[in-house]
T-cell receptor, first 113, second 112 residues
């Protein structure tokens, strides 16, 4: 599975959009981009995933560049409850270690009043 | 939220004792996973299951065993607990391998 690079931390003002970048320059054609977040002391929470098209759900939008080497998670109107560690994970459709998610260090997003 | 219950939520035990953690799901999902989370290591996969009685090892399986006799229950056993197994343990489920995994609230295990 391809590795990902994320900034260690970001700040965002409450009510503004939070844009979290992820670099996955070695991604291959059968690998999806997944985003999870982990609020302090809770289990990771699935947010969104995509292959090559932009995706949107009730929580966020995922923008994947045309060459698929990077992506951005967008939280359109961040609230204090969105303060968490956000993980970008690239995972093959069929992995040699079936189902394994490789969690890196993630980005700590601090939403400020 | 996915119907996942981990028990116990907290446990303190002594080195050398056996410990069993339980993950119970009400979603009828085929796949179940056990991860551990430690500072500086993120989440690491211990074992996973792809059906009743079908399990396989993850990247940090030494010292752990699992069992799945029913779709809804996935047990993680530490045969003889060691201090290095002090960690937060998370269970996750997914409908199929390519579907997103949904996590429980974790079990905080301390081995003294």
């Amino acid at each position: 599975d391809a590795k990902t690079t994320q900034p260690p931390s970001m700040d965002c003002a409450e009510g503004r959009a939070a844009n979290l970048p992820c670099n996955h320059s070695t991604i291959s054609g059968n690998e999806y981009v997944y985003w999870y977040r982990q609020i302090h002391s809770q289990g990771p929470q699935y947010i969104i995933h995509g292959l090559k098209n932009n995706e949107t759900n009730e929580m966020a939008s995922l923008i994947i560049t045309e060459d698929r080497k990077s992506s951005t998670l967008i939280l359109p109107h961040a609230t204090l409850r969105d303060t968490a560690v956000y993980y970008c994970i690239v995972r093959a459709l069929f992995s040699s270690n079936t189902g394994k998610l490789i969690f890196g260090q993630g980005t700590t997003l601090q939403v400020k009043p | 939220d996915a119907g996942i219950t981990q028990s116990p939520r907290h446990k303190v035990t002594e080195t050398g004792t056996p410990v069993t953690l339980r993950c119970h799901q009400t979603e009828n999902h085929r796949y179940m996973y056990w991860y551990r989370q430690d500072p500086g290591h993120g989440l690491r996969l211990i074992h996973y299951s792809y059906g009743v009685k079908d399990t396989d090892k993850g990247e940090v399986s030494d010292g752990y065993s699992v069992s799945r006799s029913k779709t809804e229950d996935f047990l993680l056993t530490l045969e003889s607990a060691t201090s290095s197994q002090t960690s937060v343990y998370f269970c996750a489920i997914s409908e199929e391998v390519v579907q997103p995994q949904h996590f429980g609230d974790g079990t905080r295990l301390s081995i003294l």
